[in-house]
Structure formats: structure tokens, C-alpha cells
């Protein structure tokens, strides 16, 4: 405890102007934008898993697109040459850019050499990512927007927001607004109909006057040259095809080998990004293109030349870390921005750098910025949500915690306080347990909560958890819980959470098993490397994920399979244990031979002919009606739908959330700076439960994880169960 107990070190003070800067965004997130990225946000996630619940081979065309993209980073430079090659054969210019300025500098010289004056551009993250508007309108080039959403932003001068839909933070009242302040107009604007025409209309005279269009690129076949770019609007079509000059800008991770590849990525872009099966306007062009010259202003027709400027910028650099690489393989496509619970919160402009947001910005700040613009990934709170959704399957939230190591321990320097402190719940958690009741209540004394508050960012405004009185280890050695006509065995394992706060938990899990005729074995309490890796320490995390894993290993060998009432702490085992342990085959083992309770009961039904009618019986508890939330690892990792199966086997009438998360997520619904951020995450699991309660009559509320309970029980003030506590009360 004293090692943790430190004051804030000089790093810690030097980089308060940062923080002070993130929380700046979150406020101003909160109190202004924060309804409108929710309301597009989750309207492009429900959509999506309309739409990709229609692909049949879906996870099969997410292992060839991730294998496609793992080969095309490999293989990049080669690549690059052959597509340097096709462009060139054909007449068109390919220029390589080590550097931003390098980009902007050759997209200028071609401006001018043109001598251009009006520049129309298509939406690009590339194009924002070295600034080039900034370097055009220095050298006297009209630029303009021509997305609708890069337009208001334009006007607005604000960067974008989200990946896919820049101004998605802007309801229509404010762009209405807006759009009165900056233009001479009576029009009422009072419609998105409205907003678009007025838009068009001025857009429309830029398109037949420009000398220059400007697009990026979703995707590059090396071996045809070939550029898909797909939009809603038709403006990217425009750019590409009247203005006389077109440059194409893109990084070089967009690059894959062949042409009939592209077909992989047009099928998964769309419904990923909006939930559509395809986008409006999916273009997929061979430039130069082989079409008259078009003048639409009475000025001489001038022969089409194509450029395509592939930007590096640091990508290389990623290429070569080893962490970092996969990000390489984004499609930019938004699905994690537009699941993140965060992020549906409070948007880019907080969860955000001066380019990239949402969970897969963080290694993209970092790669073709700064590790210091990468700060916002703190956001990030490990909730997986994003991993199942990705369409190539990047890691986001490992990536994040490399990230958070890297900002913890710049030139070697001792991690913040604050994490250090979260990372070491084992060692608070063993101290405070040995004085109870006398800890519980120092610790919710003004004094203690100002003194958590101050050294260690502990928000004062958070219930603190109280510690039990005796611990799992001690109450399961004095229940001497013993299976009668044992069928089986299996090792119950006491993290931390549950062994120090939720001992309760524990006991009734192995006192149902008993009934079940399953021989617990309860496991030493070990720091397993949840706390740790949340907060980016990753060497601790790694020494206690290496010796979890060997312990347990001896039990699964044994014959006995682990049983984990801790959902997080079962993701851990099941999902992040393998980026903490260098044994493949070991992280494998771990994997098949680890179970939520409620998994492994089911399981015992299916492997030993049990029947379920025998064991329980539902009328012993007299409301039959249940609100399950499911945690958000425990989703990820598949181990939910067990509860609702089982509940329903059962008889129950079973609502079940639909949100992404309660918003506690362990230690982040904890830290002073995202308090609020996790309160206002919760809101929509608290409504969900208020519209079951009106529906019906009052529903019992169950919920696996110890944060998802508590987040819920200080809201409602109400009783919030583990499911195992409802299996306990009607097992026969």
C-alpha cells in the first residue's frame, strides 16, 4: 500500500494542461453534442446489425478481408511498385509521399502549374490528416467541401468528428442555425430537404467551375489500378469526373494486390458503416479516365490528367511496430466508433485527436502524429464491444492499453498515481479486508474521500463498494460445501472482485454446483491481471497473467475446468490472455476450458442427459418476470446468451437490454475525469429498465458483473441480483 500511496510526481503536473484540454472536450461534448451523436451513432448501429445479419458467409468474408489486408501491410512496398507501374503505363502521374508536407507541397505544385483557382474536394481523412486545405488557401486556391457534411464543417471551421459522417455531432437546428449566421438568406432551412438544397445549389456552380477536383480512396487494386470510392451523395462522382484534373490522395495501407479482392471490401464497407447493403454511389473507376474533357463555363476544354499521391506519414513506422501494425489494417468504416458506448456519449471532438477518433484514432494519432496527441484513447474503457464488429477484426481495445502503457511510461518514468493505484486493487482490496468494518467506514469520511480524490482522482461523488467482512476463501472453508452423488468436478476461481467485495456470489455458485453434483475445488486468490492491464500496465499484467495461467493450468489438467463469476475477469482468460501470454497453446487450453456459471450449468445438462425440470423449479420465486443487462465482455466473448437461454428454459419471462454498456466499466465510472462521461453512458440501460418496469410489473433486475450491478443499484436504488442468486433461490 505505501508503494501506491505517493504523491503526484513532476510528469504527472507537466502533463495537466493536456488533461485539462481533454476535459475541456468532454464538458463541452456533454453539454452540446452529446444527443446528437447518440441519436446518429446508435441509428447507424442498429442498422448495421441489421445489415450484416443478412450477410451469410459474414464471418468468413472478415477472416478473408483481415488476411487480405495482413498480406497487402506485409507486402506493401511491393505493392506500391507494381501499382506505380499500372498508373504510369497508362498515362497517369504516381507520386510517393514520405511526409505530409511532402504531399501537400506536390498537390500544390500540380494546383498551380494549372493554375487554378478553385479546387472542389471529396471527403477524406487523409486530405485532413496533412492539413491540405490549410497549404492550398495559403497559396491562394479556393477549396471547397463538397460532402455535405465537410461543407457545414467548413463553414462552421471545425474539424470533423466522426470517420464516416464529419459533422455527425451537429443536429439539424444547429446547422440551421448556422447557415442563417453565415449566409445572406430568408430561407426557413427548417428540414434536412431544406439544408441539402441550399447546400446543393451553392456546391452545384463549384462543381462546373473548378479546375481541380480532389477525392481520396476506400480502396486500390495494385494489379488494375483500380480506385473504388463509395458515397451517399454523388458529389465524390462529380469531382472525379467534370473538373479536368483529378488527384486521388490515400495512404499507402490502401493498397491491396488484386482487383476481384476489391469486391471482399465493397461488400462489408457499407453495411459496417451505415447498415446499408450498399452505399448510394459506389464508384469504381480506372484512371486516367477515358472521357471527353467537359467545360461547362464557356473556357477552353483541357486534356484530363490523373494523380495519385500515396501518403506515408509514419505508416511505414507502424508497418514495423508490432503493436501498432494492425491498425494499418482499418477500412475506416466507423463500425467501432458507432458501437463505443463512449463514443456515442460524448463523440470525436472529445474522444478524439487532431485527425482520428474513437477507439482506432488513438493508434493512428500515434502513428502518423504523436504518442502525446494519442491521450484521448484513455477514453477507451477495454469494453470489446468493438472487436466483434470490426470487418477485418483489429484488437481495438489492446491497442489502446499499449497505448496507455506508452503514455504511462514515457523514458522510462513510473506510471501516473491513478493508475497505479486502480492497477493494485489486489493489494488495497487484501489490506482493507483485513480491517474491516473499521476500513469500510474511514474510507467514506470526507477526509479519506477528498484525500482518494486528490492523490489518486477517486470522484468523491462515487459510492465506494464496501469490502466483506470475511472473504470467499474464509466462508468457503467454513460452509464445507460438498456435492452429493458428485458427477463431476470443476475449480472455481476467487478473483479478486468477487473474494474481497462479492464473497456472496462465490458461495452460492459453488453451493448450486453442489446440487448439481459437481465437486468445487475453490482456487487461491490470485491477481489474474484485469486491473493492471485496464489501466495500461502491462508488464504487471503480464507476470500475473503468466502466473494465473500456469496455476490454473494444473487444475484443468486435473480434469477440472475453471468456473468464473466475474465476467471481465472471464474475458480476460478467454480473450486477452492472448496478448498477455507468449503460449499459444496455453492461452487455447485456458480458453475451451474456461466457463461463466451459467455456460457451464447448460453444459452439464447437454453432456450428462440432466433435466433442468428435475433441478429447478421456478415457482418457488413469485416474480417470474427478469431484466437481464449483459455485460459487455461477457458478450463479446459469447457468454451471455447461456443466462437468457437458460432463464427462458426455465419459464421466465426475460427482457434484455439492448445497450452497449452500463457505463461503469471497472475503474473508469471511478476516475473523477470521466465520472460524468459514465453517467451519462448509463442512462440509456436506465430508461431501458424504467420502459420494462411501465410494460409490467416491476422486474427483478439481474446483471453478471459487480460494475454493471453497482452502476444500476445507485441509480435505482433498488436490488440488482446475480443470476446465480435467482438459480440459488428456485434449485431444487
Known sequence: MSEIEKEITPREVADKSAKEALQKAIRMALAIESDAVRLNTQTFNRNRYTAVAEIEDYEALKDRAREIKEYSIENNEKLLGRLRQVIEKRGGHFYPARTKEEACEYVKNVCLKHEAKLVVKAKSMTSEEIKLNHTLEEAGIEVAETDLAEFILQVSDEQPSHIVAPAIHRSRERISELFKEKFDTDQPLDTGEDLTKFARKILRQKFLTADVGISGANVIS????????????????????????????????????????????????????????????????????????????????????????????????MRKDPELKQALYCVRCSACLNVCPVFQTVGGHAFGGETYSGGIGGAWEAGTGTLENAGFSELCTGCSRCIPQCPVKIDIPWLNTVLRNRLNHPDGKKAPAQKR????????????????PVSNRVSNFSVSRSLLEHFFGVDRRRELQNFAGQTLTKRFKKANIQASEAKSSAVLFADVYTNYQNPDIGLITAKVMAKLGVEITLSDVLPEGRASQSQGLIDIARKRAQQTARYLEKMIDAGKPVIVTEPSV???????????????????????????????????????GMDWKKCFSPQKLSQQKLFIHGHCQQKTIGAFDATVTLFRQLGFDVVTSSVECCGMAGSFGYKKQFYEVSKKVGEDLLDQIGQADEADDERLVLAGGISCREQIRSELNRPVYHPMEVLEKIIG
Open 421 to 436: 493505484f486502480f492497477g493494485n486493487f489486489a493489494s488495497s482490496a487484501r489490506i482493507a479486508s483485513l480491517f474491516t
Open 222 to 317: 495494385a494489379d488494375t489500378g483500380t480506385i473504388v470510392l463509395v458515397e451517399s451523395e454523388g458529389n465524390i462522382r462529380m469531382v472525379t469526373q467534370a473538373p479536368p484534373v483529378h488527384i486521388a490522395i490515400a495512404g499507402i495501407e490502401k493498397v491491396i494486390p488484386r482487383r476481384e479482392d476489391l469486391a471482399v471490401f465493397i461488400e462489408l464497407l457499407a453495411p459496417s458503416a451505415t447498415g446499408q447493403p450498399l452505399t448510394s454511389y459506389t464508384n469504381i473507376i480506372d484512371p486516367p479516365l477515358d472521357l471527353p474533357p467537359f467545360s461547362f463555363d464557356g473556357r477552353p476544354k483541357k486534356e484530363r490528367e490523373f494523380h495519385l499521391v500515396l501518403v506515408d506519414n509514419g505508416r511505414s513506422n
Open 570 to 608: 472471464l474475458a480476460l482468460f478467454r480473450l486477452d490472455y492472448r496478448n498477455l501470454l507468449n503460449d499459444a497453446a496455453l492461452f487455447q487450453k485456458l480458453k475451451k476450458m474456461s466457463y461463466d456459471p451459467i455456460e457451464y450449468i447448460l453444459h452439464l445438462f447437454t453432456e450428462n
